[in-house]
Nanobody, 125 residues
Framework: EVQLVESGGGSVQEGGSLKLSCTTF????????MGWFRQAPGKEREGVLCITSQGRITEYTDSVKGRFTISRDNAKNTLYLQMNNTEPGDTAMYYCAMFLYDYCRGAEAVRGPYWGQGTQVTVFS
């Protein structure tokens, strides 16, 4: 059974930092692209960042440019999202996702079992 388990969410003051983690179980993590997505209340899910097994990064939105960094530790089957200089607009449920190939696509391409359960990030001013 595939499981993607996120952690690291919470509340942070504007300008602060958080680091999200996503550990994968039940699948060979190293071969596939992994991504972070987020969904704010009343809005559609949007892509944040994605990374292939070779470290090629896709930026889905300019709003996190220069503030968020994606990385992965293949030995630990873990994906990370370092969030710096956070803004209230970053408030959302954050989800990790796995693509069943080694390139990044949109959220519609992620199959159901390959989403994490989400971790809430709240940025207050």
């Amino acid at each position: 059974e595939v499981q993607l388990v996120e952690s690291g969410g919470g509340s942070v003051q504007e300008g602060g930092s958080l680091k999200l983690s996503c550990t994968t179980f039940g699948v060979t993590y190293i071969d596939y692209a992994m991504g972070w997505f987020r969904q704010a209340p009343g809005k559609e899910r949007e892509g944040v960042l994605c990374i292939t097994s070779q470290g090629r990064i896709t930026e889905y939105t300019d709003s996190v440019k220069g503030r968020f960094t994606i990385s992965r530790d293949n030995a630990k089957n873990t994906l990370y999202l370092q969030m710096n200089n956070t803004e209230p607009g970053d408030t959302a449920m954050y989800y990790c996702a796995m693509f069943l190939y080694d390139y990044c696509r949109g959220a519609e391409a992620v199959r159901g079992p390959y989403w994490g359960q989400g971790t809430q990030v709240t940025v207050f001013s």
